[in-house]
């Protein structure tokens, strides 16, 4: 059984000042020493990453691996009002990253079985990109991406992101929520994640889900992706998605070609705020994508992205659970059964 | 007003293949203001050092942290830069093994940032 080293990781007069000193003092052989090594940041004060730091060179397995997160109560997604937050990148809310730092990958996960979670970045430099995974096991759980970068909010080589969010604010270029790249067959997983542009936003609009390269066969379930009619679209650029893609949602006209997927939503009927200066993506009341999901414990746990209960039998698409009155479970069926009945 | 962290010694069992990428010695770790908490664990670590400049701007050795990547943003070194530890401007400090070193005055300054080296990439074709 390995054991797990946790380090603290903050200006408070913590074990570690910074997340690159963590790292570096962490790039060891994890599975001779037989450990998982646990960096909880605090939220003593915004995180900002510059060039940003890499997780690359630790020896790994499947339970001996590097884990970024954040301790209890310093996130955005277990702070005392999270529930009633606007989802977007508020560094007083939570553990923040941020980098402005031209060209930067804010975190990249190189080494096989690193993973974050928990984390908010707020990214804005041109060729910015913000969580990068480069092996098939490196995952993101419950992250938030937001900001004016100018490439990507998650850049997959290989991986797995669930229940994350990339809030694309770029008027002056073609940016993506989540770009899939490089590796073939379902080398890509994207489970209730979600891809937004404010709705008010001018300029240049990209694609909240997008293939690099054609040959790529990515899987997303239970993912949502709006704002983006004006460029390529939702979901675009891959021509045969991975054997599982469904029940995604979007305002544009096509998604994953599933049997269950919604398209041609209209964008202000899904979130509390989709304006740029008020924006918050917490899914409102009567939406579309309330109860539209398909349920997806082994990937989601059966919780969102604050760690509200998933209904069981028709989650919410994307990162966030709509619960009706602060309950839970159940859900209706009106938006799944109604447009066959001729419903609008 | 800065002071840096910098590794100067190789980790304990460094593997030259899957740590290809990886801070070795003379990297700069991170950068922080002058008087900066670098925390508990960073005053313990032999294979580190704490470089104080008081005055030294943090613009100065910014390029210190410059990772090395390839046209595609794939990670070739987390440091594409790193400090000449071997000159006996530092080694001399260095082989003190207090863990604070302290360069103080502008002619000290323009000495140390003199010894920035730049990396040469190892490429293999094939």
Redesign the interface.
């Known amino acids: 059984m390995p054991t797990t080293v946790t ?1 603290s ?1 903050g ?1 408070g ?6 997340i ?2 963590w790292e ?2 962490t ?3 994890l599975v ?1 020493a037989d450990e998982v090594r646990v960096g909880e940041c605090y939220n003593d004060s915004e995180f900002a990453l ?3 730091v ?1 997780l ?2 630790a ?1 790994t397995d499947a339970t001996r691996y590097r884990h970024l997160t954040t301790a209890s109560g310093q996130s955005f997604a277990d702070h005392a009002d999270k529930l009633t937050n606007p989802l977007k990148y508020d560094q007083t809310k939570g553990v923040g990253l941020a980098s402005s730092t031209y ?3 804010v975190l ?1 996960l ?1 080494e096989d079985y690193s993973r974050v979670s928990k984390l908010q970045l707020n990214v804005t430099a041109d060729a910015n ?1 913000g969580i ?1 995974f ?1 092996n098939a096991n490196n995952s993101a759980r419950d992250c938030l991406v937001d900001g004016t970068y100018r490439s990507y909010g998650f ?1 997959i080589s290989r991986g797995t992101c669930v229940n994350c969010i990339a809030i694309v604010r770029s008027t002056g270029f073609a940016v993506y929520g989540f770009r899939f ?2 590796y073939g067959s379902n080398a890509q997983k994207v489970y209730n994640c979600t891809a937004v542009r404010p709705s008010d936003l001018a300029g240049t609009v990209g694609a909240g889900f997008r293939g690099h390269s054609v040959g790529l066969t990515p899987i997303a379930k239970n993912c949502a992706s709006f704002g983006f009619t004006g460029g390529a679209g939702g979901f675009a650029n891959i021509t045969t998605w991975g054997t599982g893609s469904d029940y995604n949602a979007t305002d544009s006209a096509s998604a994953t070609a599933g049997a269950n997927d919604l398209t041609s939503l209209t964008y202000a009927d899904q979130y509390e705020n989709t304006v740029e200066a008020t924006r918050d993506f917490r899914v409102k009341s009567g939406s579309d994508i309330e109860n539209a999901g398909t349920r997806d414990q082994t990937n989601t746990n059966d919780l969102d992205i604050v760690g509200q209960a998933r209904s069981t039998t028709t989650p919410t698409i994307g990162c966030w659970e709509f619960v009706s009155g602060g309950g839970g479970g159940g859900g209706s069926t009106r938006r799944r059964f109604l447009p066959s009945l001729g419903v609008a | 007003m800065a002071e840096f962290v910098i590794r100067v010694r190789e980790r304990r069992d460094f593997d030259p293949v899957r740590q290809a990428a990886s801070l070795r010695p003379g990297d700069v770790v991170d950068i922080g203001p002058d008087g900066f908490d670098w925390g508990a664990l960073t005053m313990t670590n032999s294979d580190w050092r704490i470089v104080k400049c008081p005055g030294l701007s943090v613009d100065a050795l910014l390029d210190m942290l410059a990772v090395a990547t390839d046209a595609n943003a794939k990670l070739l070194l987390k440091r594409a830069k790193a400090f000449d530890i071997e000159n006996l401007l530092l080694k001399t400090e260095i082989d003190k093994l207090g863990q604070v070193i302290t360069f103080e005055g502008a002619q000290k300054h323009t000495a140390l940032l003199a010894l920035k080296l730049t990396k040469q990439l190892q490429i293999t074709v094939g």
């Open positions: 380090n990781i200006s007069a913590r074990d570690y000042a910074t690159a000193l570096d003092a790039d060891i052989n001779s510059g060039a940003g890499s690359a060179g020896t060209g930067a990958t990249y190189e990109i990068r480069e850049d790249f490089y």
